[in-house]
């Protein structure tokens, strides 16, 4: 089993703007031999983050224009371990399920949109963190 971007190391937002949600794509292959499928798990390193400052987690389901919040929305609509598959969700430091396959799969391809967006009161600044991604085997 293996995860790798397709495209970069690393993803970036842009400028933000009080009148826009912004959105970057994570991809993501797993192939699996494994009878029982896999789980694709993510987590990161704390809040995205700039100095002192953060952009504070999705709280209600929806990143929304105008508001300062961070989540993540996965392209797999079967995930039953969170809640990445209905609503932005925020992501933590506790790893948690984005993609799901139930058996053996030569090849599955997923994704998970991260959004964020900032309110008026939001400093500018280089906002980062790290995100990992982690495949296992369902065993």
Do not use: W
């Not at 190391?9 to 970057?24: D, N, Y």
């Not at 709280?59 to 929305?73: C, F, H, K």
Request: proline share 1%; no cysteine.
């Amino acid at each position: 089993d293996y995860v790798y971007p397709l495209t970069s190391t690393t993803v970036g937002f842009g400028e933000l703007s009080i009148s826009s949600v912004v959105t970057a794509i994570v991809a993501f292959e797993v192939s699996s031999a494994n009878d029982n499928g896999y789980v694709v798990q993510i987590f990161d390193d704390g809040n995205l983050r700039f100095g002192g400052n953060d952009i504070n987690d999705v709280a209600d389901g929806t990143v929304t224009a105008g508001s300062e919040e961070y989540g993540a929305r996965s392209s797999d609509t079967s995930v039953s371990g969170s809640t990445f598959d209905t609503a932005d969700t925020a992501i933590s430091i506790s790893s948690v399920d984005v993609a799901t396959e139930s058996s053996a799969i030569f090849a599955s391809r997923n994704f998970v949109t991260l959004k964020a967006s900032m309110g008026s009161s939001t400093p500018n600044g280089g906002y980062s963190q790290f995100l990992s991604l982690i495949a296992s085997g369902n065993y």
